[in-house]
């Protein structure tokens, strides 16, 4: 019996599980990393449809991609601002490895393996942590298929 519930934690996932890490090269939408600068952002996808305050951030919003952009130290002159998050839901918004929202789940986990799987307040969602930082990978999960994908860092 022990053996049983042992192969389906394993097959399975779950919040304890450790899953498979991802490198930081992976922490991309659309052409954009955690990181690029503003400048950088406009370069690949343009000035955006539409921008808002975020609180401690700005908002860049772009069809089905949204960039949060940042100081990640104190605001001064000086200093430019910086991709915090990305939060995706359009399929042209993927991952360097492909994964775009409306992917089918199996080809996430064919490409970054077992995930780590949580439940929260807003959904389901598989996890990769980035082995190189304090960032990850949120697929959100919509049936067997990615619904959503965001790229943020623990501050």
């Not at 991952?95 to 089918?104: D, L």
């Not at 990769?128 to 930082?133: E, F, K």
Request: proline share 6%.
């Amino acid at each position: 019996m022990k053996n049983i519930v042992l192969a389906v934690a394993l097959v399975t996932g779950s919040a304890t599980d450790p899953g498979t890490s991802i490198s930081d090269s992976e922490l991309s939408l659309g052409g954009v990393a955690l990181g690029d600068s503003e400048s950088q952002v406009v370069a690949a996808l343009g000035r955006p449809i539409r921008q808002s305050d975020a609180g401690e951030s700005i908002a860049f919003e772009y069809p089905g991609l949204t960039v949060l952009i940042g100081w990640l130290e104190q605001a001064a002159p000086d200093k430019s601002r910086h991709v915090l998050q990305l939060d995706a839901t359009g399929q042209d918004a993927c991952t360097p490895s492909g994964v775009c929202p409306g992917a089918p789940l199996s080809k996430a986990l064919a490409l970054y393996g077992q995930p780590i799987r949580s439940e929260r307040e807003s959904g389901s969602f598989w996890e990769y942590y980035s082995s190189q930082s304090s960032c990850w990978l949120q697929l959100g999960v919509s049936g067997d298929a990615v619904g959503s994908i965001s790229a943020v860092c623990q501050p």
